[in-house]
């Protein structure tokens, strides 16, 4: 069975790499705007579930992987930012308080389909003003939602986390690893055993 993985993420590709199954990447288009009345769970199921369908027309008989994590504030989603003042915005108001991470995820293969989503709590000690602002010259927020990378540099602000730290990455491993193997992707133990016992 085919499995493609709807992504552009570097970050996904190098998480989903970690199972071991051989899987091509495609890269989904889709309107990543929040609906009027949309809650952010609401959302991220949505955007993961469009991009899967997006890949699935066109690769009926195939497995399709697709996710979309966002970070969330009270209620509001802070996407990836615009450029570098709004990056330092954002992390002003994620220091020094709790915020949420959630990743949608949705696996499709012909007429099966499962959408979920997994919630993160992350906490970021005090930072103050010239620390925000050296993290923004690093050009580490960028490209991420919420303006920091957990796996990278902005991980010296981070006090602790509450769930899956790969879903504050971009895919709940663990959560997604049960569901595939409901749709009949498993690791191949037996190949792995003889390559450690070997």
Known sequence: MQIILASGSPRRKELFSHL????????PEVDEKVRKGETPEDFCC??????????ARHNPDSLVIAADTIVVVEGTILGKPVDDREAFE???????????VLTGYTIMHREASRTRTIVTRVHFRTM??????????TGEPRDKAGAYAVQGIGSIFIDRIEGSCTNVIGLPMSH???????????????????RIHG
């Open 20 to 27: 071991g199954l051989d899987f091509e990447l495609t890269i």
């Open 46 to 55: 949505r955007i993961s579930a469009e991009k899967a369908h997006a890949v």
């Open 90 to 100: 954002f992390l002003r108001l994620l220091q020094d308080r709790t915020h949420e």
């Open 128 to 137: 103050s003003s010239q620390e925000i602002q050296w993290y923004v010259s």
């Open 176 to 194: 997604l690893y049960d569901d595939l193997k409901d749709f009949g992707v498993a690791l191949n133990l037996i190949e792995i055993g003889g």
